[in-house]
C-alpha cells in the first residue's frame, strides 16, 4: 500500500468516524422524542477504489410489528378510558350506597319523613319536611337525568371534534407520503419525515385503529380494522353534523342525529358489522348512541315507578282517576305514551308543595281534599309509606322480572351503575397495563443512551486512529521531501 493509499484510507475513516458521531448525537438529543426511531452509519468497502471505506446510507430502525401492537393498545386504552370516564361521571350523578346524596338515600329520607309525620299528623313542619323530601328526590332525578343528557351531548361534540381531527390528520399523511419520494431521490435524508408521519399515524389510531401496509417508495396505506380505507394515495374525507345539546328522544335511528359518513358513505359505527372497532371515536358513539340510551331508559323507570305507585287505585280517596299522585309527569298525570325523558320531567305535587303555594296538609287528609279534617289522622300518611315497600313489578323488567319495593328498585338502579363503573375502571387499568408494557417493549428497541455513549467512545477511538495515520503519511511525506 502506497502512502496516497494510506491517506485515502485514512481521509475515508475520518469522514466515516465524524458522521457517525452525527448519527450517535442525533440519537442521543432525541432519546425522549415521540416517533423517534434510533439510527445507525451503514459503513461499506469503498468499491471504486478497492480501498477504504465508505458511508453507504442511514438505517432507521424500527420493527412494525412491535409498532403495530403498540398501536393496538394505544386505541384500546384510548376506548376504555373514554367509556370509563363517562361511568364514573354517571355515578356520581346517581351516588353510590353510601353517599349521602344517593337517589337511594334520598329515598330513604323521604319514607323515614312520611314515618315521622304519621307519628304526630298534627305537626305541619313534618308535613313540610314530607314536602321537602319528595321535592329533593324528584330533583335527584331531575339532576342525574340533566346531567346525563349533558354527558351525552358533550359526546356527541367530542364526536365532531375527532372527525376533524381525523381529516386534518390524515390529509398531513397524505401530504407527507406526496413529499418522502421527491426529498428521497434529491440525497436528502427522510428519517425526520418518517418519525413525523408515524406520530401522525398514532394520532390517527387512538380516534381509530388503523393497518399500516407499506408501499413503494417509503410510502403507507391506512385501512381501518373494519375494512375502511383511510388513506390509499389520497385521504379519506369523514363527515359528521354535530348537533350540540341533544335530547334524550334523539337518536341515529330516528334521523335526530347524525350518522357518520367517509366520502359521502355511511360508516357503521355499532354491530358486529362495524367499520370502526375500537378507539377514541367509536367510544363516543357508544357512550352517545347506547350506554347513555340504556343509562336514560334505567332512570325513567325509577321515576315512573315513584309516580305509578302514588296513581295506585284506592290509594287516596280523595283523589279523582284523573288527577296526579304525589309526584306527576311536569304536574301531569302519567301517561304510558310519554316514558322517555321521564326522569327528568317528574316532580312533587305542586298542591302539596309549601314552596310553591301549595298546602303540605293535604299529604295528610288526601290530595283531593277540600279542608284539613282530623289533624290525629295519619292513616293516608301511612297509605303512602306503605306503597311505597309494596313489591311491584318494574315496567320493562329493567331491574329484574321480579315484583321489587320502591327502594329495591332504586337500589338496583345504583347497583347497576357502580358495578357497570367498577367493570369499566378495571377494563381500563387492564388496557392501561397492557399498554405500559408494549410501550416498555417497543423502547427497548428505540434509542439506549447507554450504548450510544459507548458506541461514541468507538467512534472517537477510529477517529483519533485515522487522525494519526494521517499525521503519520504527512511526516513521511515531509522527510521524502527533504531527501
Known amino acids: 500500500m502506497n502512502m496516497s493509499t494510506a491517506l485515502n484510507n485514512a481521509l475515508g475513516g475520518l469522514t466515516a468516524a465524524s458522521r457517525g458521531a452525527a448519527v450517535v448525537s442525533e440519537n442521543i438529543a432525541n432519546a425522549l422524542t415521540p416517533g423517534y426511531a434510533r439510527r445507525s452509519l451503514e459503513l461499506a468497502t469503498n468499491t471504486i477504489s478497492g480501498h477504504g471505506v465508505r458511508t453507504v446510507g442511514v438505517i432507521r430502525h424500527q420493527d412494525p410489528v412491535l409498532t403495530s401492537n403498540r398501536r393496538a393498545t394505544d386505541a384500546d386504552l384510548a376506548f376504555h378510558t373514554t367509556i370509563s370516564d ?6 356520581s350523578l346517581v351516588g353510590s350506597a353510601d353517599d349521602p346524596a344517593s337517589l337511594s338515600v334520598r329515598l330513604a329520607d323521604f319514607d323515614s319523613s312520611l314515618l315521622t309525620a304519621a307519628s304526630l299528623p298534627d305537626s305541619s313542619e313534618r308535613l313540610d319536611q314530607v314536602a321537602r323530601t319528595a321535592q329533593d328526590l324528584a330533583r335527584g332525578l331531575n339532576a342525574a337525568s340533566e346531567g346525563l343528557r349533558q354527558m351525552r351531548s358533550d359526546a356527541d361534540r367530542s364526536i365532531g371534534k375527532q372527525v376533524d381531527t381525523l381529516n386534518q390528520t390524515l390529509k398531513d399523511i397524505e401530504e407527507l407520503n406526496a413529499k ?22 398514532d394520532q390517527v389510531n387512538e380516534l381509530v385503529p388503523v393497518n ?39 337518536t341515529l335511528a330516528n334521523g335526530l342525529l347524525s350518522g357518520l359518513e367517509m366520502n359521502g358513505n355511511t360508516v357503521r359505527t355499532s354491530g358486529d358489522f362495524a367499520q370502526i ?3 377514541a371515536l367509536m367510544a363516543q358513539f357508544q357512550i352517545r348512541d347506547e350506554i347513555a340510551v340504556e343509562a336514560q331508559v ?16 284506592g290509594l287516596d280517596p280523595t283523589a279523582l282517576a284523573t288527577d296526579p299522585g304525589v309526584f306527576t309527569d311536569d304536574g301531569n298525570r302519567f301517561d304510558p305514551a310519554s316514558v322517555t325523558e321521564l326522569a327528568s320531567r317528574i316532580s312533587l305535587n305542586a298542591i302539596v308543595d309549601p314552596d310553591a303555594g301549595g298546602e303540605s296538609w293535604k299529604l ?29 313489578p318494574v315496567s320493562g323488567a329493567v331491574f329484574g322480572a321480579g315484583n321489587m319495593p320502591a327502594a329495591d328498585i332504586s337500589e338496583a338502579l345504583l347497583s347497576r351503575i357502580g358495578s357497570d363503573a367498577h367493570v369499566a375502571d ?13 410501550m416498555a417493549i417497543e423502547a427497548e428497541q428505540g434509542v439506549d443512551t447507554d450504548q450510544e455513549l459507548q458506541r461514541l467512545m468507538q467512534i472517537e477511538q477510529a477517529y483519533a486512529a485515522n487522525a494519526r495515520l494521517v499525521s503519520v503519511v504527512d511526516e513521511l511525506m515531509d522527510t521524502l521531501l527533504r531527501l
Open 212 to 250: 399500516v401496509i407499506q408501499r413503494d417508495n417509503d410510502q403507507v396505506s391506512l385501512y381501518s380494522d373494519g375494512g375502511l380505507i383511510l388513506l390509499e394515495n389520497t385521504a379519506a374525507e369523514f363527515s359528521f353534523s354535530t348537533t350540540g345539546d341533544t335530547k334524550p328522544h334523539m
Open 426 to 438: 378495571g377494563r381500563r387499568v387492564f388496557a392501561n397495563s397492557a399498554n405500559l408494557e408494549m
Open 180 to 201: 418522502i419520494p421527491a426529498i428521497k431521490y434529491s440525497g436528502a435524508d427522510i428519517g425526520g419525515i418518517l418519525d413525523q408521519r408515524q406520530v401522525l399515524i
Open 298 to 313: 334505567d332512570l325513567d323507570a325509577v321515576a315512573r315507578d315513584l309516580i305509578e305507585r302514588f296513581e295506585t287505585p
Open 86 to 91: 363517562f361511568h364514573t361521571r354517571l355515578e
Open 277 to 279: 372497532r375500537g378507539g
Open 364 to 392: 295528610r287528609a288526601g290530595l283531593g281534599a277540600a279542608t284539613p279534617g282530623s289533624a290525629g289522622d295519619a292513616s293516608q300518611l301511612r297509605a303512602f309509606s306503605s306503597i311505597l315497600n309494596d313489591e311491584r
